[in-house]
């Protein structure tokens, strides 16, 4: 009977082992060739909202918004460049899907003025996935299509890219040039009174500084006469250094002041733009 149990135990403590076995293997397999069952999630590719971009002709843009009306199957797009384009070029939009690049759709302008564009893009459908925002700049008399394939790249001053997970997505309201215009004035007074935040801190630290600085001097001027001639002639040196940090930052002080004069002068023109719109 001993001996039989000692069979038994030896049979189950095998099963054990093997099955222990088979589970990790598969596990191995699985999780080694998840990749293959599994489709590894794309990275987000979109252009940040408010940020200005350098393009290839020297310009920048501003993407101020992208929106998404699902129901509407539309999406609108709103740019600032940095100034109006030039008479002589004319601005293009495509638009291309990342599943098909080359495909490229045409866009409606529904605004334009100066530097400020809205473009609508139709039949946008619910799981776009990504896009890219293609601007051209050709000649007037030019056509894009017509033109070959190195001369189309290099008419290509940038592309704008959106992604399905940071698209904003809300009903777009059919609106009148009247509101297009209230809504740029709205971004460019935000931007401005950025500027203007940004102009005062730096206005703040630079005046922390120059009192740092006055405080350096005036420590090493009072240490002069218990130094060694080498040693004055070396400390001499640092105060003349000290004060060039001065005047460097009394120049940018004034700077400072004169752009921010320039930044609430043009808050107060947007002011009257944009009560000269709702009358």
Do not use: C
């Amino acid at each position: 009977m001993q001996t039989g149990k000692r069979k038994t135990l030896t049979r189950d403590w095998s099963r054990l082992y093997l099955g222990t076995g088979m589970f990790f293997l598969i596990g191995f397999l699985f999780f080694g060739f998840s990749s293959l069952f599994f489709a590894e999630e794309q990275p987000i590719n979109a252009t940040p909202i408010g940020e200005e971009k350098q393009l290839t002709n020297g310009q920048t843009v501003t993407l101020l918004d992208w929106s998404h009306d699902e129901e509407r199957k539309q999406m609108r797009v709103r740019l600032q460049f940095d100034q109006p384009q030039d008479y002589a070029t004319k601005l293009v939009i495509r638009i291309a899907y990342k599943e098909r690049p080359t495909d490229e759709q045409r866009v409606r302008v529904v605004y334009h003025q100066d530097e400020h564009y809205v473009f609508e893009i139709e039949e946008v459908s619910r799981d776009f996935d990504q896009l890219a925002l293609r601007l051209y700049v050709i000649k007037p008399q030019q056509s894009l299509e017509k033109l070959s394939a190195t001369k189309r790249e290099d008419a290509l001053i940038e592309s704008l890219y959106m992604d399905q997970r940071r698209v904003s997505n809300k009903s777009l309201p059919i609106q009148q040039a009247e509101d297009y215009a209230q809504l740029f004035l709205a971004d460019e007074h935000k931007q401005s009174q950025k500027q203007i935040k940004k102009m005062k801190r730096e206005q703040t630290e630079q005046t922390s500084l120059i009192q740092q600085i006055e405080q350096d001097i005036e420590s090493k001027q009072a240490t002069l006469p218990d130094l060694t001639l080498d040693e004055q002639v070396e400390r001499e040196d640092e105060i003349f250094n000290l004060k060039q940090d001065k005047e460097e930052a009394l120049l940018r002080q004034t700077e400072l002041k004169k752009q921010l004069i320039q930044e609430e002068k043009r808050q107060d023109q947007l002011r009257i733009k944009a009560r000269e719109l709702k009358w």
